[in-house]
Nanobody, 123 residues
């Protein structure tokens, strides 16, 4: 069974950067599109980015476009989320999830979830 583990969260000042990692075990990652989600207290979970199984297609929420970059190295079974120009409103628990499809066309089909990592943006 596919298992996902996130890492790389922490406390960063506004305008700073972080890179989150999502490492897979139990199965190869190259058959799955992978999404990054976030959820802040009192808010609904938001899909912030998705990358297709091959890595050739990506999709971003408007709130993070041009600031966040999703990438993957299938040989390492790892997906990354590079976050730049972080703002306090980016503070949330971030999760990665594997989709039962290879593409990111829709936001359905996410079946495997990691435990998440906290990102806090504060001065």
């Amino acid at each position: 069974q596919l298992q996902l583990v996130e890492s790389g969260g922490g406390l960063v000042q506004p305008g700073g950067s972080l890179r989150l990692s999502c490492a897979a075990s139990g199965s190869t990652l190259d058959a799955y599109a992978i999404g990054w989600f976030r959820q802040a207290p009192g808010k609904e979970r938001e899909e912030v980015a998705c990358i297709s199984s091959s890595g050739t297609n990506t999709k971003y929420a408007d709130s993070v476009k041009d600031r966040f970059t999703i990438s993957r190295v299938n040989a390492k079974s790892t997906v990354y989320l590079s976050m730049n120009s972080l703002q306090p409103e980016d503070t949330a628990f971030y999760y990665c999830s594997a989709k039962l499809f290879r593409l990111c066309v829709s936001s359905v089909g996410y079946a495997y979830w990691g435990q998440g990592t906290q990102v806090t943006v504060s001065s």
